[in-house]
């Protein structure tokens, strides 16, 4: 029953909306489903009978007629702690945020899957379309859950562990931070990733280990857990202070990490940037609200989730079993830790 419906009165049809419209419920199906372009003034005639009749899609009946749930799913295998943190308002959220807009342009609703130990268990009742998943480990559990399900799944990251994917330029990302943290004169400074093997901890310790032969300098790399987030790069550092003395920057790609780097260089009483500079990947909520706030990459993420969203609807639709599209190439954005 719509808003403005008495009760008792009949529920709109499809076939009103068409009657109305003056075409068949086939293009009003079309109009709403997106499966075929409709003609501007046609598509304005719908949407005004959709509204003057109050008609509301029947998405059960719709599911039942095509054996889809009309749901898709995003997932990550980062633990809590660096894909959103205390905050919940990390890397995934802000993806999952954009994903869920575009997913309801298609008609589709977004489903968010935290991290969890056992996903083939959790998942087993749980329906859905398709999936996105944000930047898989090698070998990872949700990817292989996935496959098994023969669920059509689009990868945000590297374009490898799957044929759907919307690849993200790691080493583009890795160079703009190196060169300007070298540019600036850092010539003592860690590189602290995550332990997991990610395509983006991979790609990072690469391009910094072969930055760093070519210019002569020492490649300190301390890899942390990524589950123990925040307190493991703190501790990482504090650690790496006391044996090696003070950096003149710190590269920490994962911006949870780099929220432990500060922590840790306040306690060591070296200031940002005067003493050290720090850069980070992710300009999110922590590279923001950080005193001073932190280097950063912009990731373009709004635009990530919409095209990875869309290229995995029209998967669903069309029956597409393989495309890699590149996402929208990072920027730095130079800030006071730096």
Known sequence: ????????????????????????????????????????????????????????????????????????????????????????????????????????????????????????????????????????????????????????????????????????????????????????????FPLIIGQSARASNIEFERAYRARCAGLGLPAQVLSVPEADGEGGADRALTAHIQTHGAPDAVLVPIDAMATGVMTALRRADLTVPGQVRVATRYDGLRARSETPPLTALDLHLDAVAEMATRLLVDAIETGTTQAARPAPPPELVRRGST
Do not use: C, W
């Open 1 to 188: 029953m719509t808003v403005d419906q008495k009760p008792g009165t009949k529920r709109a049809t499809i076939k009103d909306v068409a009657r109305l419209a003056g075409v068949s419920p086939g293009t009003v199906s079309n109009a709403l489903s997106g499966k075929r372009r409709v003609d501007e003034a046609t598509q304005e005639r719908i949407t005004q009978a959709i509204s003057t009749l109050g008609y509301v899609p029947n998405l059960s009946a719709r599911g039942m007629r095509t054996g889809r749930a009309g749901t898709i799913a995003i997932f990550s295998s980062m633990p809590t702690a660096v894909a959103a943190g205390s905050s919940r308002l990390g890397f995934l959220m802000e993806l999952a945020a954009s994903a869920a807009i575009t997913a309801l342009d298609s008609n589709v609703a977004l489903l968010l899957i935290p991290p969890i130990a056992d996903p083939g268990a959790a998942l087993a009742s749980i329906a859905f379309d398709g999936a996105i998943l944000v930047e898989p480990e090698a070998h990872d559990p949700y990817l292989s859950l996935l496959a098994a399900r023969g669920v059509p799944t689009v990868v945000i990251g590297p374009a490898e562990p799957a044929p759907l994917a919307l690849t993200l330029d790691y080493p583009r990302m890795a160079g703009l931070l190196l060169d300007h943290l070298i540019d600036g004169g850092a010539r003592r």
